[in-house]
């Protein structure tokens, strides 16, 4: 069987970040063909950018020899095509069918990389609804869960810590409209889940002083000093740790670590 292509070559042009796709959306007219002669007529479409056309004749492919060995891999250059021309919810259909029927395929970790862009790519502004970033989170972390060995691990990691930090902006600007509004429960909820899930990210010494204004307008001083101790152990160079540590003095406070805080526990003590 001659597939023109060494297996994988075909698939790794998506890493190599090929441009541009054909608004042409002509249907294709049913004519039984041989099966070489469709999916060879696809890959010429894909080399020459039509990823449209060439996404409709892998589809072809499944569609008039559903049960070859064609069919498997015209499934997810079906997938791969459609990404390339924003169809990506086209494209997680297609890969998540050949995850099902191909679980363990060589395949099966460019499947998952192939769900996890197609989500990636369409993260929005924190101002928005994060559900996209949180499927594509979880999308990158089954990378990295069942295939850690594979080329994709590396760059699903990267985007991972994309993720996490925009999920952590989210929970930001929610805790900060909250602490505008003097709902200062809600906002310490929201500052809470940023130091207890996204600790790593950039969020987390602004987090700290918001804790620290929040429990210090709610008049629970033991907390208060507790986020800015350990902001300032952490970032002592931080505009945050300056912030916290005024709001602290005008009160006649200084920054002191209460290990029963569930700060401190869901840190670590800092001393």
């Not at 709902?183 to 909820?189: G, H, K, S, T, V």
């Not at 987090?207 to 970032?235: C, D, K, M, V, W």
Request: aromatic share 12%.
């Amino acid at each position: 069987m001659n597939w023109r292509f060494p297996a994988m070559a075909v698939l790794l042009l998506a890493m190599l970040g090929v441009a541009g796709c054909s608004s042409d959306e002509e249907e294709i007219v049913y004519e039984e063909r041989p099966v070489e002669s469709i999916y060879n007529k696809a890959l010429d479409y894909l080399e020459d950018g039509e990823y449209r056309r060439a996404a409709q004749e892998f589809d072809e492919v499944e569609r008039q020899h559903p049960y070859s060995a064609w069919a498997k891999r015209a499934m997810l250059m079906s997938a791969y095509a459609n990404y390339k021309i924003n169809e990506y919810d086209t494209a997680i259909l297609s890969a998540q069918r050949f995850l099902s029927l191909y679980p363990g395929s060589e395949d099966a970790a460019y499947a998952q990389y192939l769900i996890a862009l197609s989500y990636y790519e369409r993260i929005s502004d924190v101002r928005r609804d994060q559900k996209i970033t949180e499927l594509a989170h979880n999308s990158l972390l089954e990378i990295l869960r069942r295939y850690p060995e594979s080329k994709y691990a590396r760059d699903a990691q990267l985007k991972l810590e994309l993720t996490i930090d925009h999920l952590a902006g989210k929970e930001m600007e929610i805790g900060r409209y909250y602490l505008n509004q003097q709902n200062y429960l809600a906002a310490i909820n929201r500052f809470r889940t940023v130091i207890e899930q996204y600790q790593t990210t950039t969020h987390t010494p602004e987090a700290l002083h918001r804790l620290t204004e929040a429990y210090l307008s709610l008049g629970i001083a033991p907390e208060a000093q507790t986020s800015a101790a350990i902001l300032g152990y952490n970032f002592p160079g931080s505009r945050w740790y300056q912030d916290s540590y005024t709001l602290l003095a005008d009160k006649g406070l200084e920054p002191k670590e209460n290990e029963d805080s569930w700060i401190s526990q869901a840190w670590g003590s800092v001393f």
